[in-house]
T-cell receptor, first 115, second 114 residues
Framework: NAGVTQTPKFQVLKTGQSMTLQCAQD?????MSWYRQDPGMGLRLIHYSVGAGITDQGEVPNGYNVSRSTTEDFPLRLLSAAPSQTSVYFC??????????????FGEGSWLTVV | AQSVTQPDIHITVSEGASLELRCNYSYGATPYLFWYVQSPGQGLQLLLK??????LVQGIKGFEAEFKRSQSSFNLRKPSVHWSDAAEYFCAIYSGAGSYQLTFGKGTKLSVIP
């Protein structure tokens, strides 16, 4: 049981390049999400999914795209990287809605720098 | 909408001293509250959570938190800090009935003086 696995851990991109951050979980969780963490801002929700084929926007979705073709995987795509997307990205998952006592589990993070 | 405030951006304590990290929330119903810790260069680890019942919650690594509805607070405490507790601490609130989302505070960075 690996939990929530993110790749890559570190990445440097040039402005305008595209890339995909991978996220996989092996806990059969229906809910997955992506957050970004910026200094002094805490974590902010980018996109989330409540099951395969279902995605929705969070607080800061612009410049990012997601899809959920399987329960296990939830990739985050940067369409045209900008310096403002320099951040630490966290993938998270949970079994179900939180008011049933569930917990959100986080991946180790992906450090992205856009130059 | 719900929100979380962590009033202290940075706290420095001596090793062995007691610690209290403040968290205030705004939410119209009974909240579900969490504390996460992030060590430098690492991901987020759940320290403890409050859903219902006893308002004093015990967590991992010797941490505890007390939910006080009258003060809209969920402060994190530890009686004796260790150097390895140096990290950033995030308070988070569950974003509403039927939701999967957490709303985070901006974090408190803890430095420990040997």
């Amino acid at each position: 049981n690996a939990g929530v696995t993110q790749t890559p851990k570190f990445q440097v991109l040039k402005t305008g390049q595209s890339m995909t951050l991978q996220c996989a979980q092996d806990m059969n969780h229906e809910y997955m999400s992506w957050y970004r963490q910026d200094p002094g801002m805490g974590l902010r929700l980018i996109h989330y999914s409540v099951g395969a084929g279902i995605t929705d926007q969070g607080e800061v979705p612009n410049g990012y795209n997601v899809s959920r073709s399987t329960t296990e995987d939830f990739p985050l795509r940067l369409l045209s990287a900008a310096p403002s997307q320099t951040s630490v990205y966290f993938c998270a998952s949970s079994y179900s809605i939180l008011d049933r006592g569930n917990t959100i589990y986080f991946g180790e993070g992906s450090w992205l720098t856009v130059v | 909408a719900q929100s979380v405030t962590q009033p202290d951006i940075h706290i420095t304590v001596s090793e062995g001293a007691s610690l209290e990290l403040r968290c205030n929330y705004s939410y119209g119903a009974t909240p579900y509250l969490f504390w996460y810790v992030q060590s430098p260069g690492q991901g987020l680890q759940l320290l403890l959570k409050y859903f219902s019942g006893d308002t004093l919650v015990q967590g991992i690594k010797g941490f505890e938190a007390e939910f006080k509805r009258s003060q809209s607070s969920f402060n994190l405490r530890k009686p004796s800090v260790h150097w390895s507790d140096a990290a950033e601490y995030f308070c988070a609130i569950y974003s509403g009935a039927g939701s999967y989302q957490l709303t985070f505070g901006k974090g408190t960075k803890l430095s420990v003086i040997p």
